[in-house]
């Protein structure tokens, strides 16, 4: 069973091998005696991690997986930022040349964000009318207007809208919706604060630190930084905002923040087991609860595998789920109804 999801990221391992080959080798000719002296060497080195890595990247991971060919721009920078940390300063001549090629990159972005900016809109306010769902109506139009959900893309902006944007907005639910939260009874607020807040002393001693010895790494960590720490407002704020919700017309929806979700029709639940804590790992089971930092409290069955999106849109396959809910018995009741609901008719049929 393992096997499968290898098989499905087999171009991305081999990529994340490739990548560690080239950065081993690359260090090991920049540690020569000679490195120094002979300037075709740090030529070699720019141009196997400035232009090798991004068209690795390109070949086994943007094609293989139809990410839009604006991650390859992200690529670069990050090619960019490793060929600083690699060099020393004084062979760093080739990589000055990059800011004109990062410059050009940015304003074509730019000018096709622009572009596309109005009719992005029209579409999201178009998806808008049909689902309060952030997520899925930006899916919907970059669907639109792309034709494809951009998923990746999706999720970084999801990320800067609920983490900066969504502090007025109200939760992403129906009226006729049956709504069950899972943060109000869980420690999951505790324990992102405190989280977060360790996250903020440790940025400021080791920028401390850092700085000392190289002002460029301390300025790359501390933005790393301080990227997770946005990841850690906006699932927070995501959480609050997207509960697990079963619709009038008998879908389930199991979202855990902007980084999980599932759909299916609330009649495909086959069980519901109260539980106190996670299940035995087995293939197919999908612990969601995880991502709560809470115990789980209730494990569904579904009827046959489905798969639900997981962080970046990578797919996972559901069997069973485990989740945490602040009302388990309530969703219990609901899933119940929708059973004998869709079983009322065929017995009836049946008598």
């Known amino acids: ?5 290898l098989t499905r990221y087999r171009f991305a391992l081999w990529f994340a091998l490739l990548l560690l080959a080239v950065v081993g080798v690359e260090f090991l000719v920049i540690q020569q005696p000679d490195f120094t002296f002979r300037p075709a060497l740090p030529a070699a080195v720019s141009f196997d991690v400035l232009v090798g890595l991004p068209v690795l990247f390109y070949f086994l ?10 991650t390859v721009v992200a690529a670069f920078t990050a ?3 490793l060929a600083f940390w690699l060099l020393p300063p004084a062979q760093q001549t080739y990589l000055h040349w990059t800011k004109y090629g990062l410059v050009a990159a940015e304003a074509l972005t730019f000018t096709l964000a622009l572009l596309n900016l109005r009719r992005l809109r029209r579409a999201y306010r178009v998806a808008a009318e ?7 109506n930006l899916q919907a139009a970059c669907q639109t207007v792309f034709g494809r959900p951009l998923t990746p893309l999706v999720s970084e902006i999801s990320l800067f809208y609920y983490a900066l944007l969504s502090w007025r907005a109200r939760p992403e639910i129906r009226p006729a919706d049956q709504v069950f939260t899972a943060y109000r009874d869980s420690a999951f607020t505790a324990y992102l604060a405190t989280v977060g807040l ?13 700085v ?4 460029t790494v301390a300025l790359w960590v501390a933005a790393a930084h301080t990227y997770g720490l946005l990841l850690l407002l906006a699932h927070l704020r995501a959480v609050r905002l ?8 008998g879908e389930l ?6 980084l999980w979700e599932l759909r299916l029709p609330a009649a495909d639940i086959t069980a519901s087991l109260s539980i106190n804590d996670a299940p035995p790992a087995a293939p197919g089971l999908v612990n969601a609860a995880r991502l709560l930092l809470t115990p789980p409290n209730l494990l569904l069955t579904l009827r046959e595998p489905r798969m639900a999106r997981g962080p970046y849109g990578f797919p996972q396959r559901v069997q069973q789920l485990a989740l945490y809910l602040d009302d388990p018995k309530g969703l219990q009741l609901a899933l119940a109804q929708w059973a004998s609901a869709a079983s009322g008719p065929a017995s009836g049929n049946n008598a």
């Open 198 to 210: 360790l996250s903020v002393v440790e940025i400021g001693v080791v920028h401390l630190l850092l």
């Open 61 to 70: 991971v943007v094609r293989p997986y139809r990410l839009p060919v604006s």
């Open 130 to 136: 049909q689902t309060p769902d952030v997520v899925a």
């Open 1 to 5: 069973m393992v096997v499968a999801p």
């Open 242 to 249: 997207r509960p697990v919700r079963v619709t009038e017309t």
């Open 79 to 81: 090619a960019v930022a």
């Open 212 to 215: 000392r010895w190289s002002p």
């Open 253 to 258: 929806v199991v979202r855990v923040g902007f």
